[in-house]
């Protein structure tokens, strides 16, 4: 009885490592997964499903956007993945499945992200509807692929180190522009869309980031060394009488 138990958990751990090695197998190479290619504007796209040539436009645009940071590293072409099939997104998200995209920094360095309407430059949402105009999917491309770039710069440890407020801050800050004026006014008034954990969105990381760029004349290749001045940055922010 013991040597079947003993067989039978020598299956399941061989069974557990042998699909942990596959899943890092397709961490770092999944391109058999997505049939279709097109390389344009330093960017390879992948996808699951046929490309438009709409998205021609769509990646100029944030090659556009990353030639503008000194943290991009010119000449690099980027591997990003959409996934058309919801379930290939969730392989590559795992318990992210409903952002909208995401970076894998650590293992493979490539960005997925959920299905979009290629044809017209939109996010497809969790809901299934797209998402707002204002980000459209040159934005979230842009987002995810500065993430990639700070943790090529920092290094695995200097990014697992960034706080998210610069993280997040700096890939909103290349990747959409905003009325900094109004987001000012929107921080000191305690607007929701100024709250990440209420709005899920990023645009009170971006003002701080904006204001260390903008006025603080910081490098952007030196917001690291400022992690440790968010509550600082927010105290100027709030006695700053106007942008």
Do not use: K
């Given at each position: 009885m013991m040597s079947h138990v003993r067989r039978s958990l020598g299956w399941?751990?061989?069974?557990?490592?042998?699909?942990?090695?596959?899943?890092?197998?397709?961490?770092?190479?999944?391109?058999p997964l997505f049939a279709y290619e097109l390389r344009h504007a330093g960017v390879a796209l992948h996808a699951d499903r046929p490309i438009p040539d709409a998205m021609r436009v769509t990646l100029e645009g944030v090659r556009a956007r990353l030639d503008r940071s000194?943290?991009?590293?010119?000449?690099?072409?980027?591997?990003?993945?959409?996934?058309?099939?919801g379930w290939r997104f969730?392989?590559?998200?795992?318990?992210?499945?409903?952002?909208?995209?995401?970076?894998?920094v650590y293992v493979g360095q490539q960005v997925f992200l959920?299905?979009?309407?290629?044809d017209h430059d939109r996010l497809i949402g969790p809901s299934g509807q797209p998402v707002a105009a204002d980000r459209p999917l040159s934005y979230f491309i842009t987002h995810e692929i500065m993430h990639i770039e700070q943790g090529r710069r920092l290094g695995r440890l200097g990014y697992l180190r960034l706080p998210?407020?610069?993280?997040?801050?700096?890939?909103?800050?290349?990747?959409?522009?905003?009325d900094l004026g109004q987001a000012l006014q929107g921080f000191k008034a305690g607007a929701r869309e100024l709250d990440p954990s209420r709005s899920g969105l990023y645009v009170r990381y971006q003002l701080m980031v904006a204001y260390l760029i903008g006025k603080r004349h910081v490098d952007p290749r030196a917001l690291s060394g400022h992690r440790h001045e968010r509550e600082t940055i927010e105290r100027e922010l709030a006695a700053l009488p106007a942008w």
């Open positions: 399941m751990w061989r069974g557990l490592l042998a699909a942990t090695v596959i899943y890092a197998l397709l961490l770092t190479y999944p391109q000194p943290v991009a590293e010119p000449g690099r072409v980027q591997d990003v993945f959409v996934c058309m099939s969730a392989l590559f998200a795992r318990q992210h499945y409903r952002v909208g995209g995401i970076a894998n959920r299905a979009s309407d290629m998210q407020w610069i993280d997040d801050g700096y890939a909103d800050y290349v990747a959409r522009d905003i």
